[in-house]
């Protein structure tokens, strides 16, 4: 039966409505199963047809990645050799093949008609090809209305075939890319990690092993150094697991009520021995006019306990001055703390690694996490981190938080 | 095997702690130690007195421990003297210890572009068994 002229061309314009929208879509951003499940839904849907199939080419095979229809669940996991069958035929040569009449010796692959139950009446296969490389296949099953495909099923599949693959091409290689990513940085974190580790587990054998040779020298007073040493190594052990955990996970912080300037009496209260076994003075300047803020008191506490311990190891020996200052920001909407050392400054190419993971110039004593700690805690609370520093003068850092009301 | 006995080594480590450790193997086999923290003390420490030999950190802040060995072995007076690298993960040090002791294209290519034609003895990884580095040294002790 003859379509008349008006009818054949509203479906035309129809479908060329679709191909541009679906072109749209394509190329909006998507990751790899999101954009095959579009692609092998809309191929289905541009035609009419009953289902459709999208099948990847990984080097001499085609794999089924996303069927669309009803049989869709059990379809998914067959692979095809390149060459065999029709999506293997047409992997191999390129070109789209239409079977109307599926029957015996028509190239349909019926173990997967058999495995399914899904009758397979007629057929559209087109390549999915960038240039020279085929992606893969794309193929429409079971035309509704019409006895099969014809040309114009063709030329409008292939159109949009030919976008589809681009897309695919492009998604691949994001998702190639970010697996590198992913690859990499857990290399790095293992690296680091295990560094870390070998030194704290280098100070419990050094402690074993004076606690051990005091005992057999009668010498209690390498005794207690070797003690004191495997103690500090224990410590080590669980900061650096609480900073693993705190950079493994975003977590919300604990907002609670409380007085920031009370914060950092606390810490220089806290580093005091430390500060005085280096010959370092800790001052402290606190602008009472901010009153209490609401932030995350226990991670507060640490990044500022971060700063100053590292101020502090910063003076390496010279007449160390520490100071640790709190002041409000524009209307009472923010505060900072700042803490300022005249130690040895930190060299420019440092400074850009500050709070990269695992960074440190403090030898085997750093972990290379603190800054990250600090940094990613403050980050948490929609806060910002500065650092201003000169080689031979000294550094400082400026935090600047929400007050939390 | 070299004798122990008397000997005297210095141990280059940023760490009071590990310099502690080590001491106390030495101390165990009836060796001396001196230590220093940092490149640029051990080399003042070599000058003073030299040692038979050294068991040097590579992370260290200040000049760092490959540099102390680079200017070691560049003077005359003293690059005979053996050096024994103890280190964490030798990736995190920047420097490929491996490639350093056995790998001759590395070696010549480190000759061309430092001028420096000297590798460590050995190296002994972290975290320290007192019983290999004891080895270790009786190995290169003169």
Redesign the interface.
């Known amino acids: 039966m003859e379509k008349d002229d008006s009818q054949r061309w509203g479906q035309q314009l129809s479908q060329r409505n679709i191909l541009l929208r679906v072109t749209k879509a394509i190329n909006s951003n998507r990751d790899l199963p999101d954009l095959l499940n579009f692609i092998v839904k809309t191929g289905a849907e541009m035609l009419d047809a009953e289902a459709g199939s999208l099948l990847l080419r990984e080097e001499d095979i085609l794999r089924f990645e996303v069927a669309y229809g009803e049989k869709r669940g059990e379809v998914k996991k067959f692979i095809v050799p390149l060459g065999s069958g029709i999506a293997g035929s047409v992997a191999v040569s390129g070109r789209s093949t239409v079977v109307n009449e599926a029957g015996e010796g028509s190239g349909i692959f019926k173990d997967i008609d058999n495995k399914t139950g899904f009758i397979t009446r007629n057929l559209l296969c087109v390549p999915l090809q960038v240039d020279e490389r085929i992606v893969g296949v794309l193929e429409v099953l079971n035309r509704r209305n019409r006895d099969g495909f014809d040309e114009e099923d063709v030329s409008l599949v292939e159109g949009f075939a030919s976008q589809a693959a681009v897309a695919i091409e492009r998604a691949q290689l994001v998702e190639r890319r970010i697996q590198a990513e992913r690859l990499e940085a857990i290399g790095r974190t293992v690296a680091g990690l295990s560094h870390c580790i070998k030194n704290i587990t280098n100070a419990l054998k050094g402690g074993e092993y004076i606690v051990d040779k005091g005992f057999r020298d009668g010498n209690m007073e390498a005794v207690l150094r070797g003690w004191r040493m495997t103690k500090s190594a224990c410590e080590r052990i669980q900061d650096l697991v609480l900073d693993m955990l705190t950079l493994s996970k975003k977590r919300e912080p604990e907002y609670e009520e409380c007085d920031p300037c009370l914060i950092a009496a606390e810490v220089a209260q806290l580093i005091e021995t430390k500060a005085r076994g280096r010959n370092v003075r800790v001052l402290i300047t606190s602008d009472k006019e901010i009153g209490m803020v609401r932030v995350d008191r226990k991670g507060i506490f640490r990044c500022l306990m971060n700063l100053v311990s590292n101020a502090i190891d910063a003076c390496n020996d010279r007449e160390g001055i520490v100071r640790i200052e709190t002041f409000p920001v524009g209307e009472g909407r923010s505060f900072g703390f700042r803490v300022t050392d005249n130690g040895e400054g930190i060299k420019e190419e440092n400074r850009k690694k500050l709070f990269h993971e695992f960074f440190s110039t403090k030898g085997s004593k750093g972990t290379g996490l603190g800054l990250s700690v600090t940094h990613s805690i403050i980050s948490e609370h929609g806060g910002s981190i500065r650092c201003d520093s000169e080689v031979g003068k000294g550094s400082t850092f400026t935090v600047e938080l929400p007050t939390g009301w | 095997m070299g004798n122990l006995n008397g000997k005297l080594v210095l141990v280059v480590?940023?760490?009071p702690?590990?310099i502690?450790?080590?001491s106390?193997?030495l101390?165990?086999h009836h060796m001396k130690t001196m230590s220093a923290n940092d490149g640029k003390e051990a080399l003042k420490k070599v000058k003073e007195k030299t040692p038979d030999i050294i068991l040097l950190?590579l992370?260290?802040?200040e000049q760092s421990g490959m540099g102390f060995f680079n200017e070691l072995k560049k003077n005359e007076q003293y690059k005979n003297i053996p050096v024994i690298i103890i280190s964490?993960?030798s990736?995190?040090t920047g420097v490929d210890m491996k490639a350093l002791i056995y790998d001759k294209e590395f070696s010549e290519r480190k000759k061309k572009i430092t001028g420096i034609d000297a590798k460590p003895e050995a190296y002994v990884?972290?975290?320290?068994?007192?019983a290999r580095l004891i080895e270790t040294i009786q190995r290169f002790i003169p």
Do not use: L, S
């Open positions: 480590d940023d760490e702690e590990n502690d450790y080590i106390a193997i101390d165990d950190d992370m260290m802040p964490g993960a990736k995190v990884e972290k975290p320290v068994d007192p």
